[in-house]
């Protein structure tokens, strides 16, 4: 059964630092991995989906990177910003799609 | 094209009530998905729905939650004798094809929140 974990479950850093939020997942043999933004009280907004056979995607200030054969993601956030507060959850599809607990980020002005 | 419609987006029921919460998938997407977010926790899958089909149902409660997609109509999870428990926020997602094997992204509403009282 897949497991995924995100690590850290918070993180709160001042505005303008560049930061790394972590995936793991234990199954490997995934179709895609997707990263999604939520704010409070909101629905999900998908940031980035990257495919098995690829290593990375980006867009604007995010970058994601997947190593499938170690199970692992990174979502690279540039110069954070305090709009980018907001809970941050990473998922793996394979025959369907699980989800990480996710990391609640804070961007201090 | 409208995203991900779900209704209602805010349900307060008593202990012992029947919640339904509504999905309608976007348009030309027959794939529909509940998820279950619990305060504080990631989304748990629920049920996999295509047209009249349930295709995978591993996530639900085995008593008091149902789910249905109609050929015509919205998709509709419903939960008898709601519980305290039961409070959470549930999405629903949609696809057009099935959303791993394609590599398709996978859009999500915007979730019914119910609160049991």
Known sequence: ?109 | NAGVMQNPRHLVRRRGQEARLRCSPMKGHSHVYWYRQLPEEGLKFMVYLQKENIIDESGMPKERFSAEFPKEGPSILRIQQVVRGDSAAYFCASSPLEGGYSGNTIYFGEGSWLTVV
């Open chain 1, 1 to 109: 059964k897949q497991e995924v974990t995100q690590i850290p479950a918070a993180l709160s850093v001042p505005e303008g630092e560049n930061l790394v939020l972590n995936c793991s997942f234990t199954d490997s043999a995934i179709y895609n991995l997707q990263w999604f933004r939520q704010d409070p009280g909101k629905g999900l907004t998908s940031l980035l989906l990257i495919q098995s056979s690829q290593r990375e995607q980006t867009s604007g200030r995010l970058n994601a990177s997947l190593d499938k054969s170690s199970g692992r993601s990174t979502l690279y956030i540039a110069a954070s910003q305090p709009g980018d507060s907001a809970t941050y959850l990473c998922a793996v599809t394979n025959n369907d799609m699980r989800f990480g607990a996710g990391t609640r980020l804070t961007v201090k002005p």
